[in-house]
């Protein structure tokens, strides 16, 4: 007997269950692409070819990436589009890129809600992101916009899909716990002319004057607040450190595809 999926009891004959069997183990990487081009592109192919090597034992060469994302480009007929490009393995590696309408970045700063959390695996970008989306939600039941993780000794570490740094004057400090390196986080230290990687807890929250969330939609979104079991630290609007976040990312120009 052949396998089979049903949908709402609809048979679906165009996917293979082979295929949805082999994506759920894998990793992916998302950008926004403008004008054909991408912050941090070399990032992202360091980042794929080196989540390739650890988790199927291949390489990933930039040029079969680019190739795969200029073929994507070519089939939207834009080039300003969402692009997520998932790598898993059947007999070979395989590239399964997925193109959406191009997402502008949040103008609402968050509230978040400190919960323990602490990801498996976390420096790769892989597909089990369950945890992720399920504290999000609590987080949200609860009230608030989304939340922001904490090991058992309350070290800050990322919130659900944003690394997350705080601003003391005009010094960006970004947590040093265990986390996924975001291109958008990558990009914003490469243009700052100093940053600090530190050890940030619950308790130092009301030492900063400000906090702001990145990932690829959102370069520098503000955080309103955030609570934790002993009460909530409020961020008020901080123009300093965002006038040194809009320098830094003015000075990495984006790259062509």
Not at 19 to 37: E, I, N
Request: proline share 5%.
């Amino acid at each position: 007997m052949n396998e089979s999926l049903l949908l709402n009891g609809v048979p679906l004959r165009t996917v293979d269950p082979g295929l949805l069997k082999a994506t759920s183990y894998g990793h992916f990487t998302s950008m926004q692409v403008r004008d054909g081009k991408v912050d941090g592109l070399d990032l992202h192919f360091e980042r794929l070819d080196r989540s390739s090597r650890e988790v199927f034992g291949r390489p990933l060469s930039a040029d079969r990436v680019r190739a795969d994302l200029r073929a994507a480009l070519d089939h939207a007929g834009s080039g300003d589009v969402s692009i997520r490009v998932n790598v898993f393995e059947t007999t070979e590696l395989q590239l399964l890129v997925r193109v959406g309408p191009a997402v502008e970045p949040g103008t609402q700063p968050l509230r978040l809600l400190a919960l323990r959390h602490e990801r498996a695996v976390p420096h790769l970008k892989h597909t089990g992101t369950f945890d992720l989306v399920y504290y999000a939600n609590q987080a949200r039941n609860a009230g608030y916009d989304d939340a922001i993780f904490h090991n058992s000794a309350a070290e800050v570490s990322e919130a659900s899909i944003w690394n997350i740094c705080f601003a003391r004057g005009t010094t960006l400090v970004f947590p040093d716990a265990p986390v996924l390196a975001g291109i958008r986080q990558q990009v914003l230290q490469r243009g700052l002319d100093t940053h600090t990687t530190s050890r940030v807890t619950l308790a130092d929250l009301p030492a900063y004057d400000a906090a702001y969330l990145t990932n690829s939609i959102d370069p520098a979104l503000p955080v309103a607040s955030i609570t934790t079991s002993n009460g909530t630290t409020t961020y008020d609007e901080h123009t300093p450190s965002a006038e040194v976040i809009a320098k830094a990312y003015a000075a990495v120009p984006a790259q062509e595809i």
